[in-house]
C-alpha cells in the first residue's frame, strides 16, 4: 500500500510531556499538510510544506507547535508542553503539484492528553 | 463566522431514498470546491470535484451556487454503505477549509 502513513496511531500522554509524530507522505506527492480534528468537526488546517519549504502555519498553531519535513519527504509533528486542549486527531494529507485539492489523508494520530 | 458552514443533520433516509443537503461559504472569492467523505474512526477521503455547472458522478450529484454561496450535494438511490459524513471542503489557494460534516444514515 502506497497512502500516507502516521505513526504512531495512538498516543496518550501526561500534561506537561513532549510528544512528536510521524508523517510518511505518497512518494511522489511534494506538498504535505497538517490538519486537526476534534470529535464533531471537521479537520482544521494547521500547517503546510511544499517539499522541505514550510509556507504557512495556522493561528491555531501556538509556539508549542512545531513541524519540520527535512529533505522534503516524510514530516514531524512535535508538540511540547502538552496540553488538555491538544487532545485531537492529528491528520497528515500529501498532494501532487497543482492539485491541492485532491489530498490524501492518512489514518490520523489520536492523542489523549490526561 | 465559520468560513464553512454545515447542516449537520443527522440524516437517516431507507435504502433507495433520494438526500440532498447544502452548504454555505464565507469567502466569495473562493474558486475551488469539493465534497469529502468520511466514515467513522476513518480519515476524510475525495468524493468529488464541484464546478460551475454542476456535475455528476454516478449517484452522487454536485451543484454550486456562487451567487448564494452554496454548494450541494445529492445522493440518488441510497446504499447502505453510503451512511457516512460527508465534509463540504473550500479549497483557497492550497489551503482547504473544511466545514463540519453532514452524517448521512440509509438504513435498510
Known amino acids: 500500500d502506497t497512502g500516507v502513513s502516521q505513526d504512531p496511531r495512538h498516543k496518550i500522554t501526561k500534561r506537561g510531556q513532549n510528544v512528536t509524530f510521524r508523517c510518511d507522505p505518497i512518494?511522489?506527492?511534494?506538498?504535505l499538510y497538517w490538519y486537526r480534528q476534534t470529535l464533531g468537526q471537521g479537520p482544521e488546517f494547521l500547517t503546510y510544506f511544499q517539499n522541505e519549504a514550510q509556507l504557512e502555519k495556522s493561528r491555531l498553531l501556538s509556539d508549542r507547535f512545531s513541524a519540520e519535513r527535512p529533505k522534503g519527504s516524510f514530516s514531524t509533528l512535535e508538540i511540547q508542553r502538552t496540553e488538555q486542549g491538544d487532545s485531537a486527531m492529528y491528520l497528515c494529507?500529501?498532494?501532487?503539484?497543482?492539485?491541492?485539492?485532491?489530498?490524501?489523508f492518512g489514518p490520523g494520530t489520536r492523542l489523549t492528553v490526561l | 463566522r465559520k468560513e464553512v458552514e454545515q447542516d449537520p443533520g443527522p440524516f437517516n433516509v431507507p435504502e433507495g431514498a433520494t438526500v440532498a443537503f447544502n452548504c454555505t461559504y464565507s469567502?466569495?472569492?473562493?474558486?475551488?470546491f469539493f465534497w469529502y467523505r468520511q466514515d467513522c474512526r476513518k480519515e476524510p477521503k475525495l468524493l468529488m470535484s464541484v464546478y460551475s455547472s454542476g456535475n455528476e458522478d454516478g449517484r452522487f450529484t454536485a451543484q454550486l451556487n456562487r451567487a448564494s454561496q452554496y454548494i450541494s450535494l445529492l445522493i440518488r438511490d441510497s446504499k447502505l454503505s453510503d451512511s457516512a459524513t460527508y465534509l463540504c471542503v473550500v479549497k483557497d489557494d492550497y489551503k482547504l477549509s473544511f466545514g463540519a460534516g453532514t452524517t448521512v444514515t440509509v438504513r435498510a
Open positions: 469567502n466569495s472569492a473562493s474558486q475551488s
Open positions: 494529507a500529501s498532494s501532487p503539484s497543482g492539485r491541492a485539492g485532491e489530498q490524501f
Open positions: 512518494s511522489e506527492h511534494n506538498r
